[in-house]
């Protein structure tokens, strides 16, 4: 049984490396990249299991990341989890809500990561 494929679209680097680490750990087969640009590249070269992307981040935010998805392969937008520092801020709240997102908040705890990544992959944490 081949590894899960994640992509991490995260563009503070020590919050991306800490992420890529602990998915890695724990087998998955981890792409990433700081840019929401090139994170639509690397969607469109491979099909992933799972896309965990930060809410605000410069050049293409994640939800204009997110909407580019839904345009180009909508059955991968269930497969999409944000982790961000701004669920609360006025615009993206709104958005979390309305497409019924899954957002890690930060900071969180490298279980919470995992409990995250396990639902969503279906195999939850023991």
Known sequence: MEAP???VIED????RKLIVDVLRGDGHEVD???DGLRALWLFSQRP????ITDLRMPTMDGQAFYREVEKLRPDAVPRIIFVTGEAHTVGYDQFLRDIGAVALEKPFAV???QEVVGWAL???SA
């Not at 503070?12 to 919050?15: F, L, Q, R, Y």
């Not at 992933?48 to 896309?51: A, E, K, R, S, V």
């Open 111 to 113: 279980n919470d990561l």
């Open 5 to 7: 494929r994640i992509l």
């Open 12 to 15: 503070e680097e020590s919050v």
């Open 48 to 51: 992933y299991d799972l896309i």
């Open 122 to 124: 279906g195999t939850p």
């Open 32 to 34: 990433e990249t700081e």
